[in-house]
């Protein structure tokens, strides 16, 4: 069974940091292109974040260069750098991996950046 754990979110000043963590269970994270999501209130989730088996990345244009993807594969672990947050950055943020056609989703972590 697959399963994600998020962590690291919480309560951080404007122009903070945050790292948040991807933990994953039932499943070679190496294998599989990982993305980070989040969801602020009564927003729609959206894609922030994405890194390939090659360790390729994507980013959202909202938060290029402000936002660092990367694994360990030996820890089987994905990670969120947050940089130079803001306000806006508020949102729950979500893992998620995509094994042949289904979508596996952690639970997420809060982030609050206050102004």
């Known amino acids: 069974q697959v399963q994600l754990v998020e962590s690291g979110g919480g309560l951080v000043q404007a122009g903070g940091s945050l790292r948040l963590s991807c933990a994953a269970s039932?499943?070679?994270?190496?294998?599989?292109?990982v993305g980070w999501y989040r969801q602020a209130p009564g927003k729609q989730r959206e894609l922030v974040a994405t890194?390939?088996?090659?360790?390729?990345?994507n980013y959202a244009d909202s938060v290029k260069g402000r936002f660092t993807i990367s694994r360990d594969n030996a820890k089987n672990t994905v990670y969120l750098q947050m940089n130079s947050l803001k306000p806006e950055d508020t949102a729950v943020y979500y893992c998620?991996?995509?094994?042949?056609?289904?979508?596996?989703w952690g639970r997420g972590t809060q982030v609050i950046v206050s102004s």
């Open positions: 998620k991996v995509r094994v042949i056609t289904i979508d596996y």
């Open positions: 039932g499943i070679i994270f190496s294998l599989n292109t």
């Open positions: 890194i390939t088996s090659g360790r390729s990345t």
